[in-house]
């Protein structure tokens, strides 16, 4: 673990991924406001079970994704001051899957976490070779590039004995997977912010669900990381998530905080208003003599 770093008031102690951080007013409520979000993520969806001690004592180890991005790199360095601070009782293990794209500068994750102290581990797997060749032409590569990658992440967590897979995924990523699956699925689901696997071996964990997509960039932009373009696979026009995204662009534009309105009403669903008779009775749901409605 690297040396602590203090500020020039030499009473904010902050771990060396934040180190160089302006000192502005702006930035520090910037990076409260991530760190309260990510925790109150954690805290309300139960990413950390009540003992997190295993026995013998080990801590449980999280495999926290790093792809190079704005939204990893902001994962990363959060997870990492909450565990710096003693508040996420955790192992951390960064992660990049090298899968193979052209032009991936391959050197750039494994000396910024060299550099910043961050125990990492590098895989690489072509999987792009096999997108490429399984997806037929004019079809997006995204769907097998993703399940490719998962069963990969899975692999290497079981290998490290991680008993989570961490991912970067924003509170814009749950808004626009919601209106994907309600436009083109036929159907009311997102990206949950905690999933278990089908081998009920691993979890899935999302603790930006909280946080806007603004904050990750504004955050990963002013701390100067080495950003790896997410277009590397060659850049792919009419993704229908680059549709619903520049659809909630331009609500949030006439409608400033309507991403956060939106957000709120997935987190306050009631199923007796909905249409899903296996999530409410309503064929149970009788009146009473009073008039009263009630439910068996």
Not at 11 to 35: M, N, Q, S, W, Y
Not at 137 to 148: D, F, P, Q, V
Not at 226 to 247: E, F, H, N, T, Y
Request: aromatic content about 8%.
């Amino acid at each position: 673990m690297p040396d602590i770093l203090r500020s020039d008031q030499g009473t904010d102690d902050i771990h060396a991924l934040f180190h160089g951080a302006p000192k502005t007013t702006e930035f520090r409520k910037l990076r409260k406001r991530l760190v309260r979000e990510t925790r109150e993520a954690i805290e309300r969806y139960g990413m950390l079970p009540p003992d997190t001690a295993r026995a013998g004592g080990a801590r449980p180890k999280w495999l926290v994704c790093l792809s190079g991005g704005k939204d990893s790199y902001t994962l990363l360095a959060v997870l990492t001051e909450l565990q710096w601070r003693g508040l996420l009782p955790v192992d951390i293990l960064a992660c990049n899957l090298d899968q193979g794209q052209p032009n991936f500068p391959a050197t750039v994750l494994p000396a910024f976490l060299e550099r910043m102290g961050v125990p990492h581990r590098i895989e690489y797997r072509d999987t792009y070779s096999i997108v490429v060749d399984k997806v037929p032409a004019g079809r997006t590569y995204c769907a097998l590039c993703s399940r490719l990658r998962r069963a990969n992440l899975y692999r290497i967590a079981r290998e490290e004995g991680c008993s989570a897979v961490v991912l970067g995924h924003h509170r814009d990523d749950i808004l626009e997977t919601f209106f994907l699956n309600l436009f083109h699925g036929g159907k009311i689901a997102t990206m949950p912010p905690k999933l278990l696997n089908d081998e009920g071996d691993l979890t899935l964990l999302r603790p930006l669900a909280h946080v806007a997509e603004a904050d990750c960039a504004r955050f990963a932009e002013t701390m100067a990381y080495p950003i790896i373009p997410c277009d590397l696979c060659g850049s792919q026009d009419g993704l229908q998530r680059q549709v619903i995204k520049a659809m909630l662009d331009g609500w949030e534009a006439r409608v400033p905080g309507r991403r956060a309105k939106m957000f709120s009403a997935l987190m306050q669903v009631r199923p007796s208003h909905m249409l899903d008779p296996t999530l409410f009775d309503f064929a149970g749901l009788t009146v009473t003599s009073r008039g009263d409605a009630v439910s068996d």
